[in-house]
């Protein structure tokens, strides 16, 4: 199975900071992988597929890179709302694993 | 507006089974794959398992496989899950998600539309 990990598990940062997330693969996954936004108490929600692509209704603040084993997440500028908890879910083969997430406190 | 409702969660008895049910709307059903994943309280998300469009192509993550069973009535535009010898580790919120797929050139596939979901409770 592809393992995935996130770093850091948390972070706290200001309104308007820039924050990056990391995921890593234990294998290269190209570029299948997608991120989500979990609210407290909410069900998940995509952000980022392809590694790059922003889905529709996400927020221009929010963008993904990464090819093979190492990926990103960026908030350019970091709002109130965005207080949530970010996991990488890779899609490369049949069998999909999500990374651990990463907690976004303001 | 496009919709999945999840129900049938509860509290059960270790050993117990359940049928999850996830009622879908809005969207031509049988048209998707759809998905299981869960989420153990104060835990990440775990995606459990996969269903194609007619029922056919099933995958499960291996810590499932033999106890959960994912299936389908598309005239119902129902998705299921049967979870049988239930652990405590069976614990968490279960969500249903529609499986998208972009077209040529590049076959992105992503959870885009998920549910609620239901809540299984499994203790004495």
């Known amino acids: 199975d592809i393992q995935m990990t996130q770093s850091p598990s948390s972070l706290s940062a200001s309104v308007g900071d820039r924050v990056t997330i990391t995921c890593r693969a234990s294998q290269s996954i190209s570029n299948y992988l997608n991120w989500y936004q979990q609210k407290p108490g909410k069900a998940p929600k995509l952000l980022i597929y392809?590694?790059?692509h922003l889905q529709s209704g996400v927020p221009s603040r929010f963008s993904g890179s990464g090819i093979g084993t190492d990926f990103t997440l960026t908030i350019s500028s970091l709002q109130p709302e965005d207080l949530a908890t970010y996991s990488c879910q890779q899609s490369f083969n049949t069998l999909w694993t999500f990374g651990p997430g990463t907690k976004v406190e303001i | 507006d496009v919709q999945l409702v999840e129900s049938g969660g509860g509290l059960v008895q270790p050993g117990g089974s359940l049928r999850l049910s996830c009622a879908a709307s809005g969207f031509t059903f049988s048209d998707f794959w759809m998905s299981w994943v869960r989420q153990a309280p104060g835990k990440g998300l775990e995606w459990v398992a996969n269903i194609d469009q007619n029922g056919y192509e099933k995958y499960y993550v291996d810590s499932v496989k033999g106890r959960l069973i994912i299936s389908r009535d598309n005239a119902k535009n129902s998705l299921y899950l049967q979870v049988d010898s239930l652990r405590a580790e069976d614990t968490a919120v279960y969500y249903c998600a529609r499986r998208y797929s972009t077209s040529s050139p590049y076959y992105y596939y992503y959870m885009d539309v998920w549910g609620s979901g239901t809540t299984v409770t499994v203790s004495s």
């Open positions: 392809g590694a790059s």
